[in-house]
Each structure stands twice: as C-alpha cells, then as structure tokens.
C-alpha cells in the first residue's frame, strides 16, 4: 500500500521559509513523476508543483514561480519543497501525491502564513 507523509509545515511570518518534506513508501518511488498541492481554507485542491522521476525537470504554477523550489531523493524515496518569500496567499495544507489530481495524497501539513 502506498504512503505518503508530508511534514515541515507551520507558522510563518509573511517574507519568511519553511521547507516541506514527503516521505514516500509502498510504490516504485524512482519512476514517477511527483507533485505538491495546496487546498486554501474554503477553496479547491490548487497544483503548486511536480518533479520529473529523475529530478531534471520541475514546473511551478506561476503564483509561486522563483520563490518556491521542488527537489527529490530517490534513495530517500523522499521530495521536498523549499518555500521561500512566503505570502499570505500560500496558507493552505499543503500535500504530496503521485499524481496530479491529487489522488492518493497523504494526510497534509499546515502551513499559515500570517503577522
């Protein structure tokens, strides 16, 4: 059975970095691509970020473009995601999956961004 757990998240004061890491078991985690997604409160799943299987390509969307970084381990079998410039508009759980949807993420991690 897949897991994922997600970790690293918190209160930040707007400006600041928080690093966010998933840690990944029960599937061939050096084949696929990987994603970070964001649920806002009261709003929709949001696709933040994804990792090529090999690490060589990543894409963001453009809200966080230049001031977030996704990485990965394989021989970890873990990915993060470095947040830096954090703004208000990035508070939300934020949550790893295999696939874009979202489908089969993990339990989430807070992350509040707030003065």
């Known amino acids: 059975e897949a897991q994922l757990v997600e970790s690293g998240g918190g209160l930040v004061q707007p400006g600041g970095s928080l690093r966010l890491s998933c840690v990944t078991s029960?599937?061939?985690?050096?084949?696929?691509?990987m994603y970070w997604l964001r649920q806002a409160p009261g709003k929709g799943l949001e696709y933040v970020s994804s990792i090529s299987s090999g690490g060589g390509t990543t894409l963001y969307r453009d809200s966080v473009k230049g001031r977030f970084t996704i990485s990965r381990d394989n021989a970890k079998r873990t990915v993060y995601l470095q947040m830096n410039s954090l703004e208000p508009e990035d508070t939300g759980v934020y949550y790893c999956?295999?696939?874009?949807?979202?489908?089969?993420r993990g339990q989430g991690t807070q992350v509040t961004v707030s003065s």
């Open positions: 029960g599937f061939p985690f050096s084949s696929p691509w």
């Open positions: 999956a295999r696939d874009s949807s979202g489908a089969g």
